[in-house]
T-cell receptor, first 108, second 115 residues
Framework: GENVEQHPSTLSVQEGDSAVIKCTYS??????FPWYKQELGKGPQLIID?????GEKKDQRIAVTLNKTAKHFSLHITETQPEDSAVYFC???????FGTGTRLTVIP | EAQVTQNPRYLITVTGKKLTVTCSQN?????MSWYRQDPGLGLRQIYY???????DKGDVPEGYKVSRKEKRNFPLILESPSPNQTSLYFC??????????????FGDGTRLSIL
């Protein structure tokens, strides 16, 4: 199946700083790249997604960039807040395979 | 409210005792799937279903069964649970239509402990 690699596995940032999580994928046919946020005791929830016809998408403090040539996409969170602390998953192969997750901790 | 509902949320049981985890969605989604989440391994797909009476194996199907008799329900069955099936399980659904991929909606998880 598809190979989706996600880095880093853990990330700690000071409140107000930016956080970046990166994923690479192997399936050239992938054209949909969602990011999910999983809070404690909950299932993953979509926070932003991007399709292959654009290179960047932004929603307030969250942005995703896509480089189809290099087969990687990244999640950018600016002005981080304590409520951003969670586990984040990327997904490849058109939403069928997931990265191994990044635990983000925002330190007040 | 649009949601995916799993039951039970927590279960402790013993090796070999058949169990079923139910999953129901109220969004009329065609696509449903089951994942297990283990530390360091992320979400791994167990089984998925593209529509009623259509099911396929995911990455880690061994020891599991599923059925899709109705569009809204997709139960996960462990015929003879073993300790290596101790995990956090998630059901998800989405409105997949051809290549127009849509996000998945997840339930809140079922934590299974097999002793």
């Amino acid at each position: 199946g598809e190979n989706v690699e996600q880095h880093p596995s853990t990330l700690s940032v000071q409140e107000g700083d930016s956080a970046v999580i990166k994923c690479t994928y192997s399936d050239s046919a992938s054209n949909y790249f969602p990011w999910y946020k999983q809070e404690l005791g909950k299932g993953p929830q979509l926070i932003i997604d991007i399709r292959s016809n654009v290179g960047e998408k932004k929603d307030q403090r969250i942005a995703v960039t896509l480089n189809k040539t290099a087969k990687h996409f990244s999640l950018h969170i600016t002005e981080t807040q304590p409520e951003d602390s969670a586990v984040y998953f990327c997904s490849g192969a058109n939403n069928l395979f997931f990265g191994t997750g990044t635990r983000l901790t925002v330190i007040p | 409210e649009a949601q995916v509902t799993q039951n039970p949320r927590y279960l402790i049981t013993v090796t070999g005792k058949k169990l079923t985890v139910t999953c129901s969605q109220n969004m009329n989604h065609e696509y449903m799937s089951w994942y297990r989440q283990d530390p360091g391994l992320g979400l791994r797909q167990i089984y998925y279903s593209m529509n009623v009476e259509v099911t396929d194996k995911g990455d880690v199907p061994e020891g599991y069964k599923v059925s899709r008799k109705e569009k809204r329900n997709f139960p996960l069955i462990l015929e003879s649970p073993s300790p290596n099936q101790t995990s956090l399980y998630f059901c998800a659904s989405s409105n997949r239509q051809g290549n127009s991929n849509q996000p998945q909606h997840f339930g809140d998880g079922t934590r299974l402990s097999i002793l």
